[in-house]
Nanobody, 128 residues
Framework: QVQLVESGGGSVQSGGSLTLSCAAS????????MGWFRQAPGKEREGVAC???????AYADSTKGRFTISQDYDKNTLYLRMNNLEPQDAAIYYC??????????????????????WGQGTQVTVSS
């Protein structure tokens, strides 16, 4: 069983930055594929960024160039650096993890169905 705990959410003004963290336990981080998702009120949960254990990374079009996903395997932690935040980025952000599948491309891991384990989420608020 993999446990995921997010932190780092908060309130920022438009144009500001935040870094989210996701601490993983119960499995070796380097054996997992991991992703960040977000869900705004009244909207479906959407993939933001994902990272495959082989090194592939993918971003949603809406976050490409502003968000950066990274991993610290020594700390078993996944990060999401978010720059130039916009009001439409406001949402609850979730970390997710799964055992990697060898026959899936990196884009697969931007979809909810790819994941077995989820964190509780951390709130990000962006004011204009």
């Amino acid at each position: 069983q993999v446990q995921l705990v997010e932190s780092g959410g908060g309130s920022v003004q438009s144009g500001g930055s935040l870094t989210l963290s996701c601490a993983a336990s119960g499995a070796t981080h380097s054996s997992l594929c991991m992703g960040w998702f977000r869900q705004a009120p009244g909207k479906e949960r959407e993939g933001v960024a994902c990272a495959h254990r082989r090194g592939d990374i993918a971003y949603a079009d809406s976050t490409k160039g502003r968000f950066t996903i990274s991993q610290d395997y020594d700390k078993n932690t996944l990060y999401l650096r978010m720059n130039n935040l916009e009001p439409q980025d406001a949402a609850i952000y979730y970390c997710a993890a799964t055992r990697c599948l060898v026959d899936r491309t990196i884009d697969y891991y931007l979809t909810q169905g790819a994941y077995n384990y989820w964190g509780q989420g951390t709130q990000v608020t962006v004011s204009s």
